[in-house]
């Protein structure tokens, strides 16, 4: 989808482009609101739950050995402290949708 709407070379899309942009007449390429995308989520995944498509994506990188630095910039928290307790937190969580999730989006 993103390459349709940006075209083919993302690495020349603004960094604070929309990740999900909207198509409606209305808003075209703004993002789209919160509400939009647990509406998208209840409709596609059957949950709207959308703060744990958050947990889902911090977890993926922490997984992957994304430095706790770098999710921070991603996640938009302020200190470094806030996003240690947030990857614990998740750590001992459980996160009912997560593995739904990566079955649906392919992810291993």
Not at 14 to 36: E, F, K
Not at 55 to 66: D, M, S
Request: hydrophobic letters at 35%; aromatic letters at 6%.
């Amino acid at each position: 989808m993103l390459h349709r709407f940006y075209g083919q070379d993302l690495a020349t899309v603004a960094p604070d482009a929309a990740v999900w942009p909207s198509l409606s007449d209305r808003n075209y390429g703004a993002p789209i609101s919160g509400q939009t995308l647990a509406d998208i989520c209840k409709r596609r995944l059957d949950f709207s739950a959308v703060h744990q498509i958050r947990h889902t994506f911090a977890k993926e990188l922490e997984e992957r050995g994304v430095k706790p630095s770098e999710i921070q910039r991603r996640l938009g928290h302020q200190s470094l402290r806030t996003t240690t307790i947030y990857l614990g937190r998740l750590s001992s969580a459980e996160n009912p949708v997560s593995e739904a999730m990566a079955d649906d989006l392919g992810i291993e």
